[in-house]
């Protein structure tokens, strides 16, 4: 078994009421790390410190951070992965007419939770970190920043952002001991995806070279590995959990 050094160690996860971030946190819980959940709805376990938190407010972010360390004095771990999904063709065009186009509030609504939502946690932590002498920071990118995909220009506007940032941050950041890397689920079985079309998701299986939707706990898995010892040297980094999607398309 792999000796993660993870065991009394203290862990932030945003968006870690559901999905992805609920099955984050409660993997390292399971490895012994005391995990503070920055959410805006409360988890549905008293296992985790929560922190009422609109990742999109820099105020509340201060105030989560406070509110951390005031319980453990310490965070080691930051996971970023708050996001939302709110798709939306660029502009619908039919019989010789535009239909519609992206409304700025559908774009700008992604843009404040998926990108600077990682902002405003990270330069709210970083410091912290740097103080300490070294932390580990991971960014909830996406495979389709890596490809594109229809219908979805201000996810992938903040998930490729995530991507740019993480490279500025580890390079920024590594002289002080903080790894960063990112992680970018392919299509993962979450509330966020119930809403699409079943064609769409079933194409998006037929694409995977592993025929499948992932689960949260794969992602976890990942996080987990990435925040570990064993994953020391890995800085910079943009991890694919995507059973293949990439390759597939």
């Known amino acids: 078994m792999i000796e993660t050094g993870l065991q009394g160690k203290v862990v932030v996860v945003t968006g870690g009421a559901n999905g992805i971030g609920r099955a984050t946190a409660a993997r390292f819980a399971a490895e012994g790390s005391r995990v503070a959940v920055w959410d805006v709805a409360e988890p549905d376990t008293s296992e985790f410190l929560f922190c009422s938190t609109d990742v999109t407010d820099a105020a509340n972010v201060d105030q989560a951070v406070?509110?951390?360390?005031?319980?453990?004095?310490?965070?080691?771990?930051?996971?970023?992965?708050?996001?939302?999904?709110?798709?939306?063709?660029?502009?619908?065009?039919?019989?010789?007419?535009?239909?519609?186009?992206?409304?700025?509030?559908?774009?700008?609504?992604?843009?404040?939770?998926?990108?600077?939502?990682?902002?405003?946690?990270?330069?709210?932590?970083a410091p912290h970190m740097i103080r300490r002498g070294g932390g580990v920071i991971l960014n909830a990118s996406s495979v389709v920043a890596l490809y594109g995909n229809f219908g979805q220009t201000s996810y992938i506007a903040a998930k490729a952002g995530v991507i740019g940032m993480t490279k500025v941050w580890a390079r920024e950041l590594g002289r002080y001991g903080i790894r960063v890397n990112a992680v970018a689920p392919g299509i993962i079985d979450t509330a966020m995806i119930q809403g699409m079309?079943?064609?769409?998701?079933?194409?998006?299986?037929?694409?995977?070279?592993?025929?499948?939707l992932g689960r949260p706990e794969e992602v976890a898995n990942a996080y987990l590995w990435l925040a570990s010892e064993a994953a020391s040297f890995v800085h910079g980094a943009v991890l694919s959990v995507d059973g293949g999607l990439v390759t597939g398309t």
């Open 66 to 125: 406070a509110k951390t360390l005031a319980q453990w004095g310490a965070i080691d771990v930051l996971v970023n992965n708050a996001g939302i999904l709110r798709d939306a063709i660029l502009v619908k065009y039919k019989d010789g007419a535009v239909v519609s186009t992206i409304a700025d509030e559908v774009f700008d609504s992604v843009i404040a939770v998926n990108l600077k939502g990682v902002f405003h946690c990270t330069r709210a932590v």
């Open 197 to 212: 079309p079943e064609k769409i998701l079933q194409g998006m299986k037929d694409h995977t070279p592993l025929g499948r």
